[in-house]
């Protein structure tokens, strides 16, 4: 049997993060929970959007009977891992900012923090940097209307050039000496706009994200687990909140092409 892999976001964005273990595991059969219904989890209260991911997140499991289940989101990786390692026995991976490859990369040891204001400044992202990038200028810009712009795009609506370039002022506003030649998308929604952005900043600079990172360390479990992969599979897709024709034809876009309404209840 393939292994069934289970990823999780609030909308769209855990597919930048589907996209690269679908590139490592082409094999495995991928399943995403869309939780719509919840979308942002960035602008949720942690006790309440806690509460809400364990439910779904269980309902999701119990439906699909995962090998590997991934927190797909920077914010949900932060207050809830733990809680979810606790009851299941079933290998959960986590989003991390890619702090400590941008400290290896960088040059000008100038280094760009994109994120949403849930976590851009959370004393996970701050212990990050201490270890990994203290010898770093962190600039740090927080945006939920970059989250949207990502939806949207995949909603037919093209991103407007404009308010990229205003959102990423912070970064490029400033001499070339003090401009971060490395940013790092911490935030799963970001890849999915990653040219638009790339369009807004100089040529030379390094636009970083974990999704590399979570695929192999999604393939590394599924040989420790010894899952295999292998034969006909179809991918599906949860949804917890109204599923128009928009997303449908988003979902569909990214390989799903069965869709299941979801209820964490």
Not at 110 to 126: E, H, M, N, S, V
Not at 170 to 196: G, K, M, N, W, Y
Not at 248 to 255: V, Y
Request: net charge negative; hydrophobic share 45%; charged share 20%.
């Amino acid at each position: 049997m393939p292994a069934t892999i289970l990823s999780a976001d609030s909308g769209l964005g855990g597919l930048s993060v589907v996209m690269e273990i679908r590139r490592a595991l082409p094999e495995a059969r991928h399943v995403y929970l869309c939780d719509n219904a919840y979308y942002p989890y960035g602008l949720r209260k942690d006790a309440d959007l806690l509460r809400h991911f364990m439910a779904v997140m269980q309902s999701a499991i119990a439906a699909c009977s995962p090998e590997i289940v991934v927190a797909a989101c920077n914010t949900i990786s932060t207050i809830a891992l733990a809680e979810l390692r606790a009851v299941t026995r079933i290998p959960v991976v986590g989003v991390v900012p890619a702090i400590k490859p941008a400290a290896r990369m960088s040059k000008r040891r100038i280094i760009g923090l994109l994120a949403t204001p849930a976590t851009i400044d959370r004393p996970y992202t701050d212990r990050l940097i201490a270890e990994f990038a203290d010898d770093c200028r962190i600039i740090r810009v927080g945006s939920a209307e970059l989250v949207d712009m990502a939806e949207a795009k995949f909603r037919g609506v093209a991103p407007d050039g404009r308010r990229i370039a205003a959102i990423l002022a912070p970064f490029f506003d400033r001499p070339e000496s003090e401009r971060p030649d490395v940013i790092v998308l911490a935030c799963t929604h970001f890849p999915l706009i990653r040219a638009e952005l790339a369009a807004a900043g100089p040529e030379d600079t390094l636009w970083l994200d974990s999704g590399e990172a979570i695929a192999r360390r999604v393939g590394e479990l599924q040989v420790m687990n010894g899952a295999t992969p292998g034969g006909p599979t179809t991918d599906l897709a949860f949804v917890t909140g109204p599923n128009d024709r928009a997303l449908e034809s988003a979902l569909h876009h990214f390989g799903f092409q069965a869709i299941q309404a979801l209820s964490a209840n």
